[in-house]
């Protein structure tokens, strides 16, 4: 009996865990898209789009969490996290404060709340904001998609 020696299997791993990494860095790509269309939307008040792209981006952002959760970073200390910890201790994402640049380049706390209002009147753009506050951004527009639905 030919044993498969122990590298063979280290290496399949190692390449199984890159190609989730490149399947992870391709859904935020595309995640990153749908939110620019998604505040196009907002700023041009499209109800049905908006609520089209953040289904999508719904769906694709659940998608990344699975990956990451396959990959045991799912815990990992993040946007994501701190928008479940605050879920959990029942605070709206919309009222969590995310630090942002002024017109001076100077670091300010403002609400996501206030984030996303100064996106629907053009006064920031998404490609702007940090990794972290793009996503408290997106959970922020669900949320307020979720509650006018209520």
Same mark, same amino acid.
């Given at each position: 009996?030919?044993?498969?020696?122990? &590298?063979?299997?280290?290496? +399949?791993?190692?390449?199984?865990?890159?190609?989730?990494?490149?399947?992870?860095?391709? &859904? @935020?790509?595309?995640?990153? *898209?749908?939110?620019?269309?998604?505040?196009?939307?907002?700023? @041009?008040?499209?109800?049905?789009? *908006?609520? #089209?792209?953040?289904?999508?981006?719904?769906? *694709? =952002?659940? =998608?990344? #969490?699975?990956?990451?959760?396959?990959l045991g970073e799912k815990n990992t200390i993040g946007a994501a996290a701190a928008?479940?910890?605050?879920?959990?201790?029942?605070?709206?994402?919309l009222d969590m404060r995310v630090t942002s640049k002024n017109n001076n380049d100077?670091?300010? +706390?403002?609400?996501? /709340?206030?984030?996303? @209002?100064?996106?629907? /009147?053009?006064?920031?753009?998404?490609? #702007?904001?940090?990794?972290? +506050?793009? +996503?408290?951004? =997106?959970?922020?527009a669900l949320e307020m998609k979720n509650s006018s639905h209520t």
């Open positions: 009996m030919i044993k498969t020696p122990q &590298l063979q299997k280290s290496y +399949t791993v190692l390449r199984a865990e890159k190609d989730i990494r490149l399947r992870i860095d391709l &859904l @935020e790509a595309q995640s990153s *898209f749908i939110a620019k269309m998604l505040t196009r939307a907002i700023s @041009e008040h499209d109800e049905a789009v *908006f609520a #089209e792209y953040a289904k999508r981006l719904a769906v *694709f =952002r659940g =998608r990344i #969490e699975e990956l990451l959760w396959v928008a479940a910890a605050a879920a959990a201790a029942g605070q709206s994402v100077n670091d300010v +706390t403002v609400s996501v /709340r206030e984030i996303i @209002e100064k996106l629907r /009147r053009g006064e920031l753009r998404m490609d #702007e904001l940090s990794a972290d +506050t793009q +996503t408290m951004v =997106r959970k922020g």
